[in-house]
């Protein structure tokens, strides 16, 4: 029994002899010790680690702090970007008749708005058809247009409105677009050249102040005047401006 027990004995230090000595690595997993070249294989660039001393890890550790602390603050090169300004706005307001438009554009100024920054623009809600000519250059222009036609038999008067076609001629009204298209194919007839079928306002125009390309200083301006002469203040306009 007692030489069993030795043989044991024996086997077992050779088998741990060889294990440890990294041979029967097929069989059982390596001795976990210094030598472990498989993890070394897996080292990612080492030669950029550098191990410092105690004096240059606490220089590192300061400089670090500092270069917080100013990204924080806004003092180092990291600091935040001022916020973009507000894109221009249209704003409007409205609708006025003749007389209260000029009492509206009063408050404008007692207020402080600039010249030009709220300009007034009409509006009609009802329409006729009529045969036109224009935009002239200028009203001289137009007068030598006027002379033409009166030559060729034609009748013209001035127009008032809408500004688009101003200074311009009107050659007849219509109540429908059938009527305008006739009268400008017999028209064509008897000589006259570039005059076209367009849609005129009929009756009172209303009137709005409006500001095409607000920038956020004059955004803030009209958004603080009194709404009751300005028929409710400033808003976005309903249609984008052109």
Known sequence: MLRVLVLLLVVANGLFFAWSQGWLAPLLPPRSDAREPERLAQQLRPEL??????KAANEATATAANAGASAATGTGA???????????LCLEAGPFTEATAGAAERV?????????????????????WGVVMGRFADRDAMRAKADELKRLGVRSSELAAPPALLP????????DRYGAE???GNLAKKGVRNARVAQLPAGAAQWWLRAARADAELQTRLKSLPGEPLRGGFRPCAKPAT
Not at 168 to 175: A, F, H, I, M, V
């Open 182 to 184: 006739s009268a400008l």
């Open 168 to 175: 311009g001629l009107r050659l007849g009204n219509y109540s």
């Open 78 to 88: 990291s600091a935040a970007a001022p916020e973009a300004e507000p894109l221009p």
């Open 108 to 128: 404008l100024a007692e207020h402080g708005v600039p010249d030009g920054g709220v300009a007034r623009e009409p509006s009609w809600s009802q329409f006729t």
């Open 49 to 54: 680690i550098t191990v410092l001393t105690p």
